[in-house]
C-alpha cells in the first residue's frame, strides 16, 4: 500500500481532527525538512531582524518627525522580541555553538549597513519599510510553509507570531512611506532601493532559500562611510522653543495648593515631554551594542518603548481636551544633556537614580491618585499602568544597571553624582538666544480652564517656577 493510500485509509477518533490540529496527515508524512535547514534560515533571520533593532533604535534620537521615533520604538521592541524567540529557538536545536554573532552572509550584512547608513528620512523608511520588513515576513511566510508543522512545530508557530505583528509593522511602513516619500524622491533614491534588492537576491533572500540571482555583485553606497550615530535630538517643526526649561512641572505637580484636575493638565505635559527618554536610551542601546549581552538589549528595549508610549499618552491626553500640544515648549535638554556631556554607564546611571526615585510614596503611585481624585478618567488610567511600567523599568535596572556597583546605594549615589555632573545649561541656553525660558504655564491653563468650563485658580495660574535652579526631582542646582 502506498503512502497516499494509508493516510486516505486513515481515520482518527470519530473523525476528530488529527495531529493536534497542527497540520493534515498527508501534509505530516511528508519529510522534507531537517534541524539543519530549520537553524539556518533562523539564524539569517536573527541576523536581519537584530540589525534592523538597531537600525530602528539608533535612528530614534536624530529622527525628528515625532510618529516615526514613537513607530520606530515600537518597531525595535518587536524586533527585540523576535531576535530573543529566535534565539531560544535555535538554542533548543542541538547545534552549539549557536553562532549567533556571525554574519551569516556578506550580502545580507551590506543590506543592512546601507539602510542604517541612510542620510536621509525618507530613504531610511523606503529601505526599513519597503525592502528590510517586506523581506522578513517573506522568510516567515516561506519558514511556516516549509518546516515541518509537527517535528518543527515550534518553528511553525513563532513564524505565524513574527507574521501576524510584522504584517502590521508592513502597512504603518507602506502607508510612512506613501505619506513622506514624493515621486521626485523615489526616483532620485531608485538606484539605491535597486542596489538594496540586488543585496537580498545576491543572498538568496533573507532565508537563503532562494536561488542567488546577482550577475553583479552589490557593492556598497551610503555605507563607504560607516554610519555614525547622532546623539544630538531633533524634532520636527511642531516642536518649538525645546530648549526652554522655564516650567518645572514637578514643582507644581508636588505642591499641596494646586488641584488635581489642574495637576492633570501638568502630567499629560509630563507624559509627552517623555519622547526625550527614548532620545536618551537609543545613545545607551547604541553604545553599548557590543558591550552587554543580547538580553540587556531586549529589556532595555522594552524599557524604551515603554517611554514612548507614555509620551503618546501625554499626546492622547491633550487631544482629548481638544488642546493642540504643539503650542507648548517640549522641552529637549534632559536628553541632548546627557547625549552630548555624559558616556552610556553614566547615562544610566542617571536613568535608574530618577526612575528609583519615581518609586516611593511620592512618585509614580501619586501620579494615579492625583489622575483618580482628577476626575480626568483619561489621566487616571494612564497613570495607572504608567505606574505599572515603571516599577518594571526600576525592576531592569536592578537587574542590569546595580549588579555593577557594590551595593543598591552605591549605585544610587552614581547615578545622582552623574546627574550633578550634567551642566544644565540654564543661562547659557538663555544667553545664546536659544531661549528666552519664557513661563508658558498661565497661558495653557487659561485655555484647559476654557475646556473645562471653569474659572482658573489665581494661585495656579501664577505659578511660576522653573528649572533655573532645580532639578526634576526638585533638586537645587548649586
Ligand atoms: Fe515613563
Ligand atoms: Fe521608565
Avoid at 481532527?17 to 505530516?28: E, F, I, K, V, Y
Avoid at 542617571?350 to 526615585?357: A, H, K, N, R
Avoid at 488610567?381 to 557594590?406: N, S, T
Wanted: charged share 25%.
Amino acid at each position: 500500500m502506498s503512502t497516499l493510500d494509508s493516510v486516505e485509509k486513515y481515520v482518527t477518533y470519530r473523525g476528530l481532527p488529527p495531529l493536534a490540529g497542527l497540520t493534515s496527515m498527508a501534509r505530516a508524512v511528508q519529510c522534507k525538512w531537517s534541524v539543519e535547514q530549520s537553524t539556518e534560515r533562523l539564524k539569517r533571520m536573527h541576523y536581519v531582524l537584530k540589525r534592523l533593532h538597531e537600525t530602528f533604535t539608533a535612528r530614534i534620537t536624530s529622527e525628528p518627525i515625532y510618529e516615526l521615533k514613537t513607530a520606530f520604538s515600537h518597531h525595535a521592541y518587536l524586533c527585540a522580541e523576535y531576535t530573543t524567540a529566535i534565539r531560544k529557538r535555535v538554542g533548543e536545536m542541538r547545534v552549539p555553538p549557536l553562532g549567533l554573532d556571525q554574519v551569516p552572509n556578506d550580502s545580507l550584512e551590506l543590506l543592512m549597513d546601507e539602510i542604517i547608513a541612510s542620510p536621509t528620512t525618507e530613504e531610511l523608511v523606503a529601505g526599513v519599510y519597503e525592502v528590510a520588513v517586506p523581506s522578513i515576513l517573506e522568510a516567515a511566510s516561506r519558514l511556516e510553509q516549509d518546516a515541518h508543522p509537527l517535528a518543527d512545530a515550534p518553528t511553525v508557530r513563532l513564524a505565524k507570531l513574527m507574521q501576524f505583528e510584522f504584517k502590521e509593522v508592513a502597512v504603518f511602513g507602506s502607508q510612512a512611506v506613501a505619506c513622506l516619500v514624493n515621486s521626485e524622491q523615489r526616483l532620485a533614491m531608485q538606484t539605491w532601493l535597486d542596489l538594496l534588492r540586488l543585496c537580498l537576491s545576491a543572498a538568496g533572500a533573507v532565508d537563503g532559500a532562494l536561488e542567488v540571482n546577482c550577475a553583479t555583485a552589490p557593492a556598497p553606497h551610503h555605507s563607504l562611510k560607516p554610519y555614525q550615530y547622532q546623539g544630538e535630538p531633533k524634532r520636527d517643526e511642531r516642536f518649538h522653543d525645546s530648549y526652554n526649561a522655564g516650567v518645572n512641572p514637578e514643582a507644581f505637580l508636588y505642591d499641596e495648593r494646586f488641584s488635581a484636575r489642574d495637576k492633570t493638565l501638568m502630567m499629560y505635559y509630563k507624559r509627552i515631554r517623555e519622547i526625550d527618554v527614548p532620545e536618551m536610551m537609543a545613545s545607551i542601546l547604541h553604545d553599548l551594542r557590543d558591550d552587554e549581552p543580547w538580553e540587556f538589549h531586549m529589556e532595555m528595549s522594552r524599557q524604551l518603548w515603554d517611554e514612548a508610549r507614555h509620551a503618546m499618552m501625554g499626546e492622547v491626553g491633550f487631544v482629548s481636551l481638544g488642546m493642540d500640544w504643539s503650542t507648548i515648549p517640549i522641552n529637549f535638554t534632559w536628553s541632548r544633556n546627557l547625549n552630548l556631556q555624559l558616556d552610556a554607564r553614566e547615562r544610566h546611571g542617571v536613568l535608574f537614580f530618577i526612575e528609583q526615585g519615581l518609586m516611593p510614596r511620592t512618585g509614580k503611585r501619586y501620579e494615579w491618585e492625583v489622575g483618580c481624585e482628577s476626575g480626568d478618567g483619561l489621566s487616571g488610567m494612564f497613570q495607572d499602568f504608567d505606574w505599572a511600567d515603571e516599577v518594571l523599568h526600576a525592576q531592569i535596572g536592578r537587574r542590569w544597571y546595580v549588579p555593577r556597583y557594590k551595593s543598591l546605594q552605591e549605585a544610587l549615589v552614581y547615578g545622582d553624582r552623574c546627574w550633578t555632573k550634567v551642566v544644565s545649561q540654564w543661562l547659557g541656553y538663555r544667553d545664546q538666544g536659544l531661549t528666552d525660558h519664557s513661563n508658558w504655564w498661565p497661558r495653557l491653563y487659561r485655555e484647559a480652564c476654557i475646556r473645562w468650563n471653569v474659572l482658573p485658580d489665581p494661585l495656579a495660574l501664577s505659578f511660576n517656577t522653573s528649572y533655573e535652579d532645580s532639578r526634576a526631582d526638585l533638586k537645587k542646582i548649586d
